[in-house]
């Protein structure tokens, strides 16, 4: 570089530092939208509501929460990505809807990968293995036991085709070898009225759908998946304790923008996030319902999805797993 372009080059980035601060200084100057792909009532929806209000608190203006549900996930998330890059759009997403949806669906409306700007992770969590009052089981060897008895005659529900409930209850079944139906439900709070009534006899779900119902006595939890307990169900063993390894899901949440979202709005919105899962209130109902907070770096989640995308794609396509 000659001393002309230097001096040209240093000229355009004092002109554009002043921009981007007072991008940042202005955003946001009117209500954000957190679009969640999923049911209202249902996981991502509960952490939603209570991150939204928190991040309120920062930002200075109102953050709405708006469901746009359909095709586990995928038809909010191809909404997000085509709305405006300016912020005021915000795609409140999951492992589903970026690492397990890509795998299933080979017409995705949208590049989980391309078509966003990442913000941040906001949560993990293992899932709870639960099952319904219907099914007289007290244990996981119990629940294989009562499955190879009936072949067929168990199904276990789901939050939606595509959902991490969904993988993790096909990996249940291939790890297991036992014949049930997979019946899927249009969100959370479906899938848990078919469980206490005795449509369906299992969920493998996140905890914040089912820990209700287990506190209250309405479903039983045998397990988790993750690799180790969680504090809110301590006597509740792991997959694993119980004698099922290689059932390792953990599901997530997380936030992204549309691409092309100035940097300075992206990081604006990873600080108020971030304060947000720190304040107690969002502590409190994270460890109520078997989440923990994680708020992570642009820079860090932008390479958490892409090996989680990585990951589950090849996992689903190698396990032959399919949309009912």
Same mark, same amino acid.
């Given at each position: 570089?000659?001393?002309?372009?230097?001096?040209?080059?240093?000229?355009?980035?004092?002109?554009?530092?002043?921009?981007? &601060?007072?991008? =940042?200084?202005?955003?946001?100057?009117?209500?954000?939208?957190?679009? /969640?792909?999923?049911?209202?009532?249902?996981?991502?929806?509960?952490?939603?509501?209570?991150?939204?209000?928190?991040?309120?608190?920062?930002? #200075?203006?109102?953050v709405?929460?708006?469901?746009?549900? #359909?095709?586990?996930?995928?038809?909010?998330?191809?909404?997000?990505? @085509?709305?405006?890059?300016d #912020?005021?759009?915000?795609?409140?997403? !999951?492992?589903?809807?970026?690492?397990?949806?890509?795998?299933?669906?080979?017409?995705l409306?949208?590049?989980?990968?391309?078509?966003?700007?990442?913000?941040?992770?906001?949560?993990?969590?293992?899932?709870?293995?639960?099952? !319904?009052?219907?099914?007289? /089981?007290?244990?996981?060897?119990?629940?294989?036991?009562?499955?190879?008895?009936?072949?067929?005659?168990?199904?276990?529900?789901?939050?939606?085709?595509?959902?991490?409930?969904?993988?993790?209850?096909?990996?249940f079944?291939?790890?297991? #070898?036992?014949?049930?139906?997979?019946?899927?439900?249009?969100?959370?709070?479906?899938?848990?009225?078919?469980?206490?009534?005795?449509?369906?006899?299992?969920?493998?779900?996140?905890?914040?759908?089912?820990?209700?119902?287990?506190?209250?006595?309405?479903?039983?939890?045998?397990?988790?998946?993750?690799?180790? @307990?969680?504090? !809110?169900?301590?006597?509740?063993?792991?997959?694993k304790?119980?004698?099922?390894?290689?059932?390792?899901?953990?599901? &997530?949440?997380?936030?992204?923008?549309?691409?092309?979202?100035?940097?300075?709005?992206?990081?604006?919105?990873?600080?108020?996030?971030?304060?947000?899962?720190?304040?107690?209130?969002?502590?409190?109902?994270?460890?109520?319902?078997?989440?923990?907070?994680?708020g992570?770096?642009?820079?860090?989640?932008?390479?958490?999805?892409r090996?989680?995308?990585?990951?589950?794609?090849a996992?689903?396509?190698? =396990?032959?797993i399919?949309?009912?």
């Amino acid at each position: 570089m000659n001393t002309r372009q230097f001096v040209r080059c240093a000229v355009a980035l004092t002109l554009a530092l002043p921009a981007a &601060w007072a991008c =940042a200084q202005a955003f946001p100057s009117k209500p954000v939208t957190l679009v /969640v792909p999923f049911p209202a009532g249902g996981a991502l929806d509960v952490v939603a509501r209570g991150l939204a209000e928190q991040m309120r608190t920062d930002l #200075g203006q109102p953050v709405i929460v708006e469901n746009r549900a #359909g095709a586990g996930g995928t038809v909010g998330s191809a909404a997000a990505a @085509r709305a405006a890059p300016d #912020g005021y759009t915000v795609l409140f997403g !999951s492992v589903a809807t970026h690492a397990i949806a890509p795998g299933l669906y080979p017409k995705l409306p949208y590049d989980p990968i391309n078509d966003y700007a990442p913000i941040t992770q906001l949560t993990s969590s293992p899932l709870v293995l639960a099952v !319904s009052p219907a099914v007289k /089981v007290n244990s996981v060897a119990e629940l294989i036991a009562a499955a190879k008895a009936q072949p067929g005659k168990i199904n276990y529900a789901s939050t939606g085709n595509g959902t991490a409930v969904h993988i993790a209850g096909e990996a249940f079944r291939k790890a297991t #070898g036992i014949d049930v139906m997979h019946v899927p439900y249009k969100g959370g709070p479906q899938a848990i009225t078919a469980m206490l009534s005795g449509e369906s006899g299992y969920m493998l779900a996140n905890p914040q759908l089912v820990m209700p119902m287990v506190q209250a006595g309405k479903l039983r939890a045998l397990a988790v998946t993750g690799a180790a @307990r969680i504090d !809110s169900l301590p006597g509740v063993p792991t997959l694993k304790e119980a004698g099922v390894p290689g059932v390792d899901v953990t599901t &997530w949440f997380a936030l992204w923008a549309p691409k092309g979202t100035p940097p300075a709005v992206i990081e604006r919105l990873n600080t108020a996030a971030r304060k947000a899962l720190a304040t107690p209130e969002m502590k409190r109902q994270l460890d109520a319902q078997g989440d923990s907070p994680v708020g992570s770096s642009v820079a860090d989640f932008t390479a958490f999805v892409r090996a989680e995308h990585a990951h589950w794609v090849a996992f689903v396509q190698s =396990a032959g797993i399919k949309v009912d």
